[in-house]
């Protein structure tokens, strides 16, 4: 991405002045001269964000630097080659659908200039960290830690973004006898500085944290949104996206295609993320001086739509499915794509009842997914699979976790109640003062204002609500 602090991004302070008049005339001339309706809004993004678009334009407009011509796979590969020192990216045979075919969607997408920059960064830190990680698996060491340490019983969390996963999650992880993975890690699994672990990790969170700060320094109210940071849990899509890179500066683009991906064969996938979390625990262990033998917990939305194979690569995983009634998770579930659109969105102009219907279908898609995998793996046992409630899960967190591990066999304990108690208590605060900042509302997201009735979203998912939330 590009960084804001550089040179090359702010003019001398003389011109700054005139240049956002100019910026400001143009955009008003613009956006009047598209056809809008009342859900006709304007990308929600900084002021910095506004001028560094402007000031780049021009070059993206008449593709003045090679970073604005358009990004093709092989000079993508060759990037990340040149990058590394390395070449081989091991089987590529998902990758060379899933590559290909998200970079010609984003090509027909109207991107503005920082949009663009950050979606091709995008691109080629997957595939140099494809390249690392394929590296690392050939090294003695860590083939001989991979071939002796297999992912026992993982927890993954699946369900609609907007679900509670993510609270779910940080709050599993409490348990001492869980882990999950971190931001920094996610982003690349392999270590820079072998000979110096501490001192690695140390410099990777930083170059982490840094990467997260710009992001919202470009689109601040993406921490409303979803909180972020180096040392936090985060989503499993953050690794997965070496073979399918699908994260915020893309997935708006993939609204309308999203039944193509999920006829693609995502065993690959999921076999090299379990390779990748096996290279983060390996590095624990020699960091920390002896092994890391926690239980993971994971979670990422999208695998409610490929849990088949999933369960096919990790064969005695646990899934938790969490459940929020479509009235509420809908309106939320859109401000968070859409927050990806503010960042990227070149036209000027974003449609917040396109981008609602989308969330519909989307959702529609996924429900119908999960319920089918559900149904299954409910023939055979209960035990692998289980349910939460969002109600529940935020006005009964203690009691909420106790029952997943009824379901599960596993010991609640003393200890783990105490850093769920204490951690409850530092997520009051943290959400009291969000509220402060906002006008007493942590957020404040309606059906109405993405082109949806209540009745519409009743009508639609009654037969969900019906099966999976008949208490609510």
Known sequence: MVDPTSGFLYPDIRYVAPLLLFLVVVSIWM???????????????????????????????????????PLELSNAKRYATKKTGLTDFGDWSFSEIAFPYIIELASQYSYSPVGYLAFQDFIIRKMTTRLRINDELKQKSTKEYCDSNPIRQPIFIVGLPRTGTTFLQRLLSLDPANTSPFTWELMDPVPRIKEDLEKDKIKRVKYCQKNIDTLLSLVPHGADIHELGAELPEECMLLMGVDAPMLIFNFHTLLNVQEVFYKWNWSQPYMNYYKGLQIIKHYRGLREGSPDTRRWVLKSPPHLGALDFLTNVFPDARIVWSHRDPKECLPSLSSLVRAGQDLCEGSGVIQLDELGQHMVTYADDMYKRGDIFF?????????????????KLLSDPIETVRDLYDDFGYEFTDEYKRNIESYLREDKMKRSSMKGRNGGKVNNYTLEEYGLTKSEVDEKFAWYFKKYMPTS
């Open 31 to 69: 956006n009047d001269s598209k056809e809008k309706n009342k859900y006709s809004v304007s990308p929600k993004v900084s002021l910095i964000c506004h001028i560094i678009n402007f000031l780049l334009w021009p070059f993206q407009k008449f593709q003045l630097r090679e970073e604005f011509r």
């Open 375 to 391: 149904d299954k793996i409910n023939e055979k046992s209960s035990f692998y699979g289980s349910h939460v409630l969002y109600k």
